[in-house]
């Protein structure tokens, strides 16, 4: 992580969620105040589930501003995974108060944005503020599988979080898919089909 002071006009943006097979796309956008202190801040993947809580919660209290976008499931759908990533990203920042003078998306893609904005690959690991916004994308997204847990407690949502797992695979081809997933993916559209897996 880059050892200098975060500026506070600019705004990280990361998501989490393009590759499940269910459940929404969740964008973040966080401005962190140049004295923001957060311990262990970085990415996401390289945390715990608990100490993500932690630093979210911190994030959340010292951050100047934060926000979260979505793109739903249906949204998927209609635009693609990448399109439904840019919207919920562009919501995100969208929110933002104070409004950023720089947005840094984690990754390749920019979204439509009304400020100058760059795509800052690996992100995550180099930029304090597309690390906290790795954290708030995670932990709302996991917060949001567990709550489709217990609508369609059968896929096992609350482990695998819509990834395609071998137990998550084996229930769509036995009970097709809920509500919850994504037709236009490859794995809940054989289901819907009722092809075997690879068919």
Request: no cysteine.
């Amino acid at each position: 992580m880059d050892s200098r002071l975060p500026d506070p006009g600019v705004a990280g943006v990361d998501e989490v969620g393009r590759g499940p097979l269910a459940g929404p796309v969740v964008a973040a956008a966080v401005i962190l105040d140049a004295d923001a202190e957060l311990p262990g801040l970085r990415d996401s993947k390289k945390l715990t589930a608990r100490r993500r809580g932690v630093l979210d919660e911190m994030i959340r209290q010292r951050a100047r501003a934060w926000a979260i976008g979505l793109a739903e499931v249906e949204e998927i759908d209609r635009l693609n995974i990448r399109g439904a990533t840019l919207l919920a990203m562009q919501r995100a920042v969208h929110q933002l108060t104070p409004a950023p003078r720089l947005v840094l998306v984690d990754g390749r893609d920019v979204p439509p944005l009304p400020y100058p904005a760059s795509a800052v690959v690996g992100g995550d690991n180099a930029v304090a503020a597309i690390a906290a916004a790795s954290i708030v994308a995670k932990v709302h997204r996991d917060r949001l599988m567990q709550a489709l847990h217990e609508r369609y407690p059968d896929y096992g949502l609350d482990r695998n979080m819509g990834y395609p797992s071998a137990h998550h695979r084996e229930q769509l081809q036995r009970l097709g898919p809920s509500p919850a997933h994504r037709r236009s993916f490859a794995p809940v559209a054989r289901a819907l089909r009722g092809d075997a897996p690879g068919g």
